[in-house]
């Protein structure tokens, strides 16, 4: 890669792509040198510390003046834990810049002394959920070991070495067994996630503060669950027993076979259904239902629908690798409000959000781990102009609270 002589002429470079200046010699060099910190993250090693800190504050002047012109910069680091591409080269130079930022950052060199508490922080969710049995037992599953768990109506219930919650029926009772399917429910916490395989072979990922309510073999012409919170589904085809959702008793969705996600949390404004392949048909399940109501609207592949109390329904494209972010062990905003994203950040560190002011109207694109602390998340958001404060917990069950500042 070419090099350049000093310091000060990368400082030279990157201000004229800025400015708009750049040749286009140097507008490819500034790229590809951005590339290789995918590759090669050692390459800052060759600056001094206040050649790194000089360089960084330059990043942060820039990335400032651009939030306070009021553009949407994406609030991107660049090493492999928090992974992201760019869309536009426009945008390169803040990602740059942030990646210069954070990994100068990190690789300081810190002094704390022995007596100083740690400062407060939230750890991510992780794989809890409980099982509810027809007679009422309940099994807490992140706390069991693998293997066979209880039998239900012929069915035999096993948490298998990846974790995963199987019903072994494959749909029909186990030979010789009494042939009556018993509801069963799992349930995820906030801050929690789990992934089952139901008895007719369809898989069904939960996200925090989820749960779904299932017979333990379907009987009969369909295949009808219950859920609440947000649900993946990829369904086992059987175009002679249509699979159908009941969601919070306000949404009903047949399918034969499919990959969707729903999201039908409480404090979201609507119920959203999206698809990822196949085909589903959605309709409002609420009372009151006029004929309107009553129709039946089918998705296609990247639809998604919104239906909101009074059983509107509406229908537009979105991206679905946003969408289905969670359950892929991320998290991804695509111009993403603040409030959004702070719902999110509450289910799955299970704290307390709470605003000193009115809620900041700051948007945010980028992709982070939800493997990673609360601070990491907040850390980045900073960059966008919004202070944070993290507490200990004022409510009951709660990790704790973080305080959004003007």
């Known amino acids: 890669m070419k090099q350049f002589d000093s310091r000060q002429d990368l400082l030279k470079m990157l201000q004229k792509y800025m400015d708009g200046e750049a040749t286009k010699e140097e507008k490819e060099f500034l790229e590809s040198y951005y590339q290789s910190f995918d590759h090669k993250p050692e390459i800052l090693n060759e600056y001094s510390e206040e050649e790194r800190e000089k360089l960084g504050s330059e990043m942060e002047a820039y990335l400032l003046r651009t939030i ?25 130079l803040v990602i ?19 007596h100083v508490a740690a400062p407060l922080d939230f750890s991510p969710g992780g794989d809890k959920a409980i099982l509810t049995l027809s007679d009422g037992t309940t099994v807490v599953l992140d706390s069991i070991s693998n293997g066979r768990i209880a039998d239900q109506g012929g069915v035999r219930i096993n948490k298998n070495k990846e974790g995963q919650l199987v019903y072994s029926s494959q749909g029909e009772a186990l030979p010789g067994a009494e042939e ?71 949404q009903e969705i047949v399918v034969t076979g499919t990959h969707f996600n729903v999201n039908s949390y409480d404090d979201e404004s609507a119920i959203r259904t999206s698809l990822l392949e196949g085909s589903v048909h959605v309709k409002f399940a609420g009372k009151g239902m006029d004929a309107r109501q009553r129709r039946s ?14 059983g509107d329904l509406r229908i537009s494209q979105v991206n679905m ?27 799955w560190y299970n704290v307390e959000i709470t605003y000193e002011k009115n809620i900041p109207s700051k948007v945010f694109s980028g992709k982070i781990h939800r493997s990673v602390n609360a601070s990491q998340i907040l850390e980045i958001l900073r960059f ?6 993290m507490e200990a917990a004022s409510k009951d069950g709660t990790n704790g609270r973080i305080v959004v500042m003007p």
Not at 74 to 91: D, H, M, N, Q, T
Not at 99 to 111: D, E, H, M, S, V
């Open 321 to 347: 690798n946003e969408v289905v972010a969670w359950k892929n062990g991320v998290f991804e905003f695509n111009k993403t409000s603040l409030e959004m994203v702070m719902r999110q950040i509450s289910r």
């Open 297 to 310: 609207i089918m998705l296609k592949p990247g639809d998604q629908s919104s239906m909101i109390p009074n």
């Open 384 to 389: 966008a102009g919004v202070n944070f404060r």
């Open 180 to 250: 009556v399917a018993r509801l069963n429910r799992i349930s995820t916490p906030v801050g929690g996630q789990y992934q089952i395989v139901l008895p007719d072979g369809s898989k069904v990922w939960l996200n925090a503060k989820s749960s779904i309510q299932f017979p333990t073999f379907f009987s009969g012409k369909e295949r009808r669950v219950k859920i609440t919170g947000e649900c993946y589904f990829e369904i086992a085809k059987n175009k002679d027993k249509p699979f159908l959702v009941d969601v919070n008793g306000m």
């Open 96 to 114: 740059f810049s942030l990646g210069l930022i954070f990994y100068a950052t990190r690789n300081r060199p810190r002094q704390v002394a022995s």
């Open 68 to 92: 306070e012109r009021g553009a949407s910069p994406e609030i991107v680091p660049l090493w492999s834990k928090y992974r992201l591409g760019f869309s536009a080269a426009a945008s390169i």
